[in-house]
């Protein structure tokens, strides 16, 4: 498939939806690692300035947009319903998808490139840190929520829009596969890297083995939990809309909550280059912790409690592999803006890693506490 700029599309996916108003004005929006995402001004007669969400779903990704469009209308009518019986505004608490010209909810472009339109939610901040623990704890409770929220949703017509997405066990072998390949020849300069990665392959498979073994139970989990797929309520800060549906498939509650420790339960960004100013904060893991099982605990089973730890490491473990990966490959997956970008990213990931095994029986203990 061709990978022409979005921005070279993006006129023709404009002229699919009825806006409204008068489109004046669509421009780069967010910082995503996977869709391109636009803000769309328009005008209406009246005068007054309405934005919406324009986005490219990344097909090279999501293969099938259909069947990730068809989870996300089902997901998110299935929250306005719920969000309608607890007299809630379901403008701002659930991500609302407009339909085409043609009533389908994307657009398949002359490209094979896929294309969807959200109202945006306004009165809103999305934040790319840690602002306060205030805040941190709101985002706790709102993913917390979410996985409540959807706790009865019909988990088997949700399709896997990214096969064995979790899987930190597959997630290692095709590590594995593009070190073998090596197909850029940066394997030599990254050495403490890999050998990071290769003294923790057991890790890797603790939590697979678990669901393997039928113990810990599938739920309808959202999968991308970092802080910037949440949106703040600008006044009272408090989680108003989980965003960034394409990964809601049946997962394990752990990797929710492990995936907003890994981005959150620290003071620097993603992507910081000075690794002495990446330290895993235990204030900040044990606000999350307070926030997510006041939400979601009474849910989940003993087991799926005590493992919470072996999440946040294991989505960090993971991620940082990913980064690695990507790395050694070519830079093929993850967005990069300057070069060594994924290796960046991937450093901080190993940092915070290692920082949770110094504070592991501290984290164990903070959990067995909230429980
Ligand atoms: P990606 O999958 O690339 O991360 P997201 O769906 O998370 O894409 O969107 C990227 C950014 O766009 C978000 O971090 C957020 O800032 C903004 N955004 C997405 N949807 C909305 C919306 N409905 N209203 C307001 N802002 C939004
Ligand atoms: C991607 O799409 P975005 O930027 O919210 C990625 C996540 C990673 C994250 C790392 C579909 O999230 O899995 O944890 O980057 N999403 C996908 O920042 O791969
Ligand atoms: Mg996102």
């Not at 989940?300 to 730890?309: G, M």
Request: proline share 2%.
């Amino acid at each position: 498939m061709s990978l022409k700029p979005a921005e070279e599309l993006l006129q023709e996916a404009l002229s699919a939806w009825e806006w409204g108003g008068t489109v004046v004005g669509a421009v780069r929006y967010g910082a995503g690692h996977i869709n391109d995402t636009f803000c769309v001004y328009t005008q209406t007669a009246e005068g007054d300035c309405v934005r919406f969400i324009l986005q490219r779903i990344n097909t090279n990704t999501f293969k099938d947009p259909a069947g990730l469009m068809e989870n996300i209308s089902g997901v998110t009518s299935f929250l306005r319903k719920k969000i309608e019986e607890k007299g809630g505004d379901t403008s701002r608490e659930t991500m609302n998808v407009v339909a085409t010209k043609e009533g389908k909810n994307f657009y398949a472009d002359s490209n094979g490139g896929a294309w969807r339109v959200y109202t945006f939610v306004e009165g809103t901040v999305c934040l790319q840190k840690v602002e306060s623990p205030e805040d941190f704890y709101a985002s706790a409770y709102a993913f917390g929520q979410f996985q409540q929220l959807l706790a009865d949703y019909p988990a088997a017509t949700l399709h896997e829009t990214i096969a064995r997405f979790h899987d930190t066990a597959n997630r290692y072998a095709n590590f594995e596969k593009a070190l073998e390949a090596d197909a850029c020849g940066r394997a030599k300069d990254v050495q403490a890297e890999i050998e990071f990665v290769k003294a923790r392959k057991a890790d890797c498979s603790i939590m697979v083995d678990l669901l393997a073994q039928g113990k810990l139970p599938l739920r309808v989990t959202h999968n991308d939990t970092k802080l910037n797929n949440i949106l703040m309520d600008k006044t009272t800060r408090t989680g108003i809309c989980v965003i960034d549906l394409d990964t809601v498939m049946p997962g394990l509650a752990a990797n929710d909550y492990g995936d907003s420790i890994r981005f959150g339960a620290n003071d620097c960004a993603e992507d910081e280059k000075d690794l002495s100013k990446v330290n895993f904060s235990l204030p900040l893991f044990e606000t999350y912790t307070k926030g997510f099982l006041a939400a979601a605990g009474s849910a989940l089973t003993d087991l799926e409690k005590e493992t919470l730890p072996w999440g946040a490491r294991l989505m960090t473990l993971e991620c940082g592999i990913r980064f690695l990966t990507d790395y050694l490959e070519g830079d093929h997956y993850f967005r990069v803006h300057r070069e060594g970008h994924n290796l960046d990213r991937c450093r901080t990931q190993f940092k915070l890693v290692s920082d949770m095994e110094k504070a592991w029986d501290e984290m164990m203990a903070i959990v067995k506490k909230y429980s």
